[in-house]
């Protein structure tokens, strides 16, 4: 068997093969010894790259990769041992090198992959970044076109202007082709459009308010987008040649809306609407954004504002107007009524006085009638005229009352006063009425009533004469009471008179009369009207018309003035009745309590006082009335001298002359006459005593009088007796002035 040799006879070398692969192995040799350098250049100028010895080995490996192809060079020819040796080196270095980095990059490709994905999610995150600072800008973008449309609308207050700028500055910053508002009509049932972009009158057209597209509006607070071919929505005609733009359609509180009109605008309340509709141009595909939205809701909100705020100026300014025009018309009728006030003033002055002076005659000539020796038919007579003389100067000093207490010019004069000697006065006064009526008076105090008060006396005794008199009037038979005692808190706590509220004090105390008779009696019902002016009983008017009807009016009034209250009760006809009156009245210090002694006008009227001698001047231009008080005065035993006039007063006084009478008038001629009289006496001894007679019950002639020296003042008309009763003072107490 023959041997086989299996080992390929070499073949000669193919010179172009050669050289091919020659070059090759060198370029191969050339990238291979580059590729490190570029990865050097890379690993220098990258600080943040995590795997540098992995690169280091991955150049090891290209660097012996690029070594073999450079040994292989000289392998293509006979070689030496030591260049077979080499090659081989390089080649087991490769490998180990090679496998080494195929592990290393087994081990690091996840970690690779992972910074892929935070790539990826950094990527997404400047994305979303970007959206959101988009959306920013855009909000700032609507901000800003926001801030720029609240100052042009509410740059003004009037409706009209903020409506108009409203769809003007709308229109013209989210660029729509047209903007309409449409407003609700007078009767609710319908939305006029009322104003419009594009077109400079509003059309006047009319639809339903109870549409679905409206209903849909009006229920919610946000910008709804609508069909372009809704009623309300069709705002001017499309073009065939293009697609409608989008509708939105959104609601605008009327807010606080009254006598709005624009256009035969109605008067719509609280809780309506109007409808704002904005239209985007035809002639583009642009559909709506979110930020363009909230932009027409924000408007929409500080359009509802702005006419709720124009609203409140316009209510204001009307109630301005309306304001004016009653303080105009408050102010005429108070200049009217100060005015009738002055004159009825003037004229009560006036009549005042003219009607005492023939009042002063009639009582003073009667009184001196009454002294001389008549008949008794006579003497009833003048009786009867003396009785119905004081009646008149009643109602006269009444009237006069009543119409200071109308116009508030009367005032309290507060002062210490005896309190029980008031009573006992106004019981002497009336004892001698109830005597010839056979009524039985009696007065009681209470323990607890002080000696000494503070307060009004006239006022008070005024009162009390009222209801006393009143109560002895309307009596024919039976008995009349007067109790007086302080009120206790209890008793304030009266549910029939809830406005009196009385607030007790250390310092005054609460006065409560009673004044109860067993007269005529009234109906309950007819109560409240014997408190008014010149009204009567009616049940008894008929039997008993005398009366002015003004006593219990006035009464009220000095009660009122005093903080207190007064009421009647009576159980019907002919079962009496009871008067009631509460006053408010000071207490006095009790270290004062007997510095001021009270002497009764009934204990002078007892005395009896010689005149005889005296010498008096009586000064009055009224010839009737200074004839009267000569004859009053000549009566008492007074030597008179009289004067016609200041100038004939002041020639004829002298020295003997202790007391001079003068009237007063309205004028200052008598002020001015006693300022002389007293000049012209340098030593007071030698001064007359100076009595004012007038018939003013003002408190300023009080003052006047006071200021010029006059010694005293007394009222119109005057008696004998009063007569003896102020000159008996006089002459007693240098002073004498009746209170008025």
């Not at 697609?243 to 624009?262: C, E, W, Y």
Request: charged content about 20%; hydrophobic content about 45%.
């Amino acid at each position: 068997m023959e041997s086989c040799n299996c080992i390929e006879p070499q073949w000669p070398a193919d010179d172009l093969l050669m050289k091919y692969q020659y070059i090759s192995d060198f370029f191969i040799a050339l990238a291979y010894f580059s590729i490190p350098l570029e990865l050097i250049y890379f690993v220098k100028k990258s600080a943040v790259f995590p795997y540098r010895w992995v690169l280091v080995q991955f150049g090891a490996f290209i660097v012996l990769c690029g070594a073999t192809h450079l040994i292989n060079l000289w392998t293509f020819t006979i070689h030496t041992k030591t260049v077979a040796i080499v090659m081989t080196i390089a080649k087991v270095l490769t490998a180990v090198v090679s496998c080494a980095t195929a592990l290393m990059l087994v081990h690091i490709i996840p970690d690779l992959l992972s910074v892929k994905t935070r790539e990826l999610f950094l990527k997404n995150k400047a994305a979303e970044l970007d959206r959101e600072m988009g959306l920013i800008r855009t909000q700032e973008e609507t901000g800003r076109h926001v801030r720029m449309l609240t100052h042009e609308i509410r740059s003004t207050l009037d409706r009209h202007t903020i409506l108009k700028t409203t769809l003007v500055e709308l229109g013209r910053t989210l660029g729509l082709e047209e903007c309409a508002l449409w407003m609700p009509t007078r009767t609710g049932l319908e939305l006029q459009l009322s104003y419009t972009l594009r077109q400079q009158n509003p059309v006047g057209y009319t639809v339903p308010i109870n549409l679905p597209v409206i209903n849909q509006v009006f229920s919610s607070n946000r910008a709804i987008k609508i069909s372009s071919n809704c009623p309300v929505a069709r705002l001017r005609p499309h073009a065939s040649k293009y697609m409608p733009g989008a509708v939105v359609a959104i609601r605008v509180p009327l807010l606080h809306l009254s006598n709005f009109q624009i256009y035969d605008w109605p008067e719509v309340s609280t809780r309506s609407y109007a409808l704002m509709v904005l239209m985007l141009p035809s002639d583009s595909a642009r559909q709506w954004h979110v930020h363009e939205l909230e932009l027409v809701e924000v408007v929409a909100d500080q359009v509802a504002v702005a006419l709720s705020h124009a609203a409140i100026l316009e209510e204001s300014m009307r109630a301005r107007d309306q304001l004016m025009e009653q303080n105009v018309a408050l102010d005429m009728a108070r200049r009217e009524a100060e005015t009738a006030i002055h004159a009825r003033n003037d004229f009560l002055a006036v009549m005042n006085h003219e009607m005492r002076t023939p009042m002063h005659a009639i009582i003073a000539l009667s009184s001196l009638l009454q002294e001389t020796d008549m008949t008794a038919e006579q003497r009833l007579m003048v009786e009867t005229i003396l009785k119905s003389s004081n009646l008149l100067a009643t109602l006269i000093n009444d009237v006069l009352d009543l119409s200071q207490l109308e116009d508030g010019s009367l005032q309290l004069e507060i002062a210490k006063f005896n309190l029980h000697s008031l009573f006992r006065e106004v019981l002497n006064l009336i004892k001698p009425i109830a005597c010839v009526k056979k009524l039985s008076l009696t007065l009681h105090f209470a323990s607890d009533l002080p000696v000494y008060a503070i307060g009004d006396e006239k006022r008070l005794m005024q009162t009390l004469l009222n209801v006393v008199g009143n109560a002895v009037k309307f009596s024919k038979e039976g008995s009349i009471s007067i109790t007086a005692f302080v009120a206790k808190p209890e008793s304030f706590r009266d549910t029939r008179f809830p406005d009196f509220l009385p607030v007790p004090s250390d310092s005054h105390f609460y006065l409560r009369v009673q004044v109860k008779d067993s007269g005529s009696g009234v109906n309950p019902q007819d109560i409240p009207k014997l408190f008014t002016k010149f009204a009567q009983n009616q049940s008894l008017a008929t039997k008993n018309p005398i009366g002015s009807g003004l006593g219990l009016a006035i009464c009220r009034r000095f009660v009122n003035l005093m903080e207190g209250h007064i009421w009647i009760e009576s159980e019907g006809i002919g079962k009496g009745c009871t008067v009631t009156f509460i006053v408010k009245l000071g207490i006095p210090d009790r270290s004062n309590e007997f510095k001021l002694p009270y002497i009764p006008k009934a204990l002078v009227n007892h005395a009896s006082p010689n005149f005889s001698g005296l010498k008096v001047l009586v000064m009055d231009d009224n010839g009737v009335s200074r004839t009267t008080t000569k004859g009053l005065l000549i009566h008492l035993g007074c030597d008179v001298t009289t004067a016609g006039s200041s100038e004939e007063c002041l020639r004829v006084v002298s020295p003997e002359h202790k007391v001079v009478f003068m009237d007063v008038c309205t004028g200052l001629d008598g002020y001015e006459l006693a300022v002389r009289i007293l000049e012209k006496f340098m030593k007071r001894q030698d001064r007359p005593l100076i009595v004012a007679l007038t018939g003013n019950t003002n408190k300023l002639t009080k003052e006047n009088c006071m200021r010029a020296g006059v010694n005293g003042l007394v009222l119109k008309p005057v008696s004998v007796e009063k007569m003896k009763v102020v000159l008996t003072e006089l002459l007693e107490r240098r002073f004498v002035f009746e209170t008025i």
